[in-house]
């Protein structure tokens, strides 16, 4: 079984024989399926073809929210599954996730009158059996003034003023794959599947490679997931090539601003007037992150950004709404873009697309899930493990252990005590945030060396202990990994991090054994990931 989240585990965990599951995709709903077979004392492997949460679980608008928008849909499940499994965010991994106040502010020619919007509320609440942090309320003008300095009120009717939560969505991927793997479940990045192995027309494993060290990879397993987002039809063609296309990505873009720009402790909803889209200014940390767009994607999934035309729609949109302090293209510290994964339903539009997750077994025994929401991650990876623990009884007589256990159990474990109170307390504030009841561990390393304990960037909590740690636990193979998921620095640092880079790079080659060729081509991959993320200045 695995022996630790680290590169020496990365490369043993999946030298065994047999497993009973092996989830294809490190992605929020593989990690969530990875913890709750391995919480059932399931044999289970997860792989993915680049870094934890690389592709759409690091790019969301960070919202842990029970869809209030859904609501117009009729999608009345949706919305109460997604309001329970907000609550379940807050109690099992309270540092990361947490709640947020929201305005809805009510425009005089909106669609929706205050009333309407007011009665949707109260079903909102409902739905949340009364149990969300506070029920919402109902604001004047003025109060909205008070709370969105800047927010043009001339042509609202008053606001909603209700509450839902947002996560750190790479940080709660990895910190729930490091709980599979507490769990006995053989994890590693950046391991591509080739081809599926097949014995007598069902799915017995895969042939793979590593895509650091090029290793070839032969990895058995009695039931293969395929739980690879928007690369699902990928996967689903190696098995079958004429099986039909499924996924409907689209593109969501954000940017990020000072948080003086929209002074909001709020995050405020405001309509695109052509459109009549929503987009969220969302307060994080010293920043607010705006957005979303959401458009059909075709181009290369694997290099997803935000373009010039993304951010001047997200732009333009946020300065009708906040006339009084108009956002520019020099405000942009940093933009991200995502695909979401959705599931083709004709002659719908992409906002008017179900977010409804599905699940389905292909002749061959191929499982897959694809759809659904980060919010509603951890039902969704319940409902696959009772239909894979199905089949290993009915094929295998192999029998869960444990029930699912994932609802009430901390994603989090360890003792949480302070070691020094040398650190300036917004490193201490960050760190607990940040890793949770795991925080001493990196305050540890900080005390066993000066140099560990200092600022990466003079106005950011981010300490060159958390390089290290993330290094030795949390499985950073990449400058990339470190930077942008383990770490934020490539998105709220003033230079992206670029200052930082080549220190990241010795501190991994010196624990990987890098030769300079392999450190130049990291910083050179980085280098471009920046420009990537700043091409809307080009």
Not at 310 to 322: L, R, T
Not at 332 to 349: D, E
Not at 376 to 396: D, G, H, P, S
Request: charged fraction near 25%.
């Amino acid at each position: 079984m695995a022996t630790g989240f680290s590169a020496h585990a990365r490369q043993s965990n999946l030298h065994q024989q047999q497993f009973d599951i092996l989830v294809v995709g490190g992605g929020i709903t593989g990690a969530g399926i990875a913890r709750d077979a391995a919480m059932r004392g399931f044999k289970m492997a997860l792989i993915d073809k680049g870094d934890f949460a690389s592709g759409t679980s690091s790019k969301s608008s960070r919202l842990v929210h029970g869809g209030v928008r859904y609501l117009e849909m009729f999608e009345f499940g949706l919305v109460f599954e997604a309001s329970r499994e907000r609550r379940v965010l807050w109690n099992t991994i309270p540092n990361l996730a947490r709640p947020l106040p929201f305005i809805f502010p009510v425009y005089r020619d909106a669609r929706f009158p205050g009333w309407m919007i007011n009665s949707g509320l109260w079903l909102y609440d409902a739905l949340a059996l009364f149990r969300n942090y506070r029920n919402h309320t109902w604001m004047s003008n003025d109060a909205v003034t008070r709370l969105a300095r800047g927010f043009d009120v001339r042509n609202i009717n008053g606001a909603a003023h209700y509450y839902d939560g947002q996560v750190d969505d790479a940080r709660l991927t990895l910190e729930t794959i490091r709980s599979a793997q507490r769990y006995g479940a053989a994890i590693a990045n950046y391991v591509q599947v080739d081809s599926l192995i097949k014995d007598k027309s069902w799915v017995v494993g895969v042939n793979a490679h590593d895509t650091l060290l090029g290793d070839q990879i032969e990895i058995r397993a009695r039931v293969v997931v395929n739980a690879t987002g928007v690369w699902t039809d990928t996967l689903t063609q190696l098995d079958d090539p004429k099986s039909l296309k499924r996924m409907r990505p689209t593109k969501g873009a954000h940017i990020l601003v000072p948080r003086e720009k929209i002074g909001a402790a709020s995050a405020v909803a405001f309509p695109n007037i052509t459109d009549g889209r929503l987009l969220f200014s969302i307060p994080w940390g010293k920043f607010q992150i705006i957005g979303t767009t959401d458009t059909d994607y075709e181009d290369d999934y694997d290099h997803v950004f935000a373009n010039q035309a993304d951010v001047d729609y997200i732009i333009a949109v946020a300065n009708h709404a906040f006339p009084t302090t108009p956002i520019t293209h020099a405000d942009v510290l940093s933009t991200y873009a995502g695909l979401r994964p959705l599931i083709c339903q004709t002659g719908k539009n992409t906002s008017k697309t179900s977010r409804e997750h599905e699940i389905w077994t292909t002749p061959s025994g191929l499982v897959s899930i694809a759809g659904g929401k980060l919010t509603t991650y951890r039902a969704m990876a319940e409902q696959l493990v009772n239909v894979v623990a199905k089949q290993l009884r009915e094929r295998f007589d192999i029998v869960a252990k444990n029930p699912c256990m994932t609802a009430k159990t901390p994603i989090i474990e360890g003792d949480g005590e302070m070691v020094s109170d040398n650190l300036p307390q917004d490193v201490v504030d960050h760190l607990r945030q940040f890793h949770g009841a795991q925080y001493s561990q990196v305050e540890k390393l900080a005390q066993s060396d000066s140099n560990l304990a200092q600022r990466i960037a003079d106005d950011l909590p981010y300490i060159w202990a958390e390089v290290l740690y993330a290094i030795e636990n949390e499985m950073a193979m990449t400058v990339t990994d470190v930077l942008e998921r383990r770490l934020h620095l490539l998105t709220e640092s003033r230079d992206n991090g670029l200052a930082a880079a080549p220190q990241v790079a010795r501190m991994l080659s010196e624990h990987y054994d890098w030769d300079k060729t392999r450190i130049d081509q990291e910083l050179r991959i980085y280098q471009d990931h920046v420009d990537l993320t700043m091409a809307f200045r080009k």
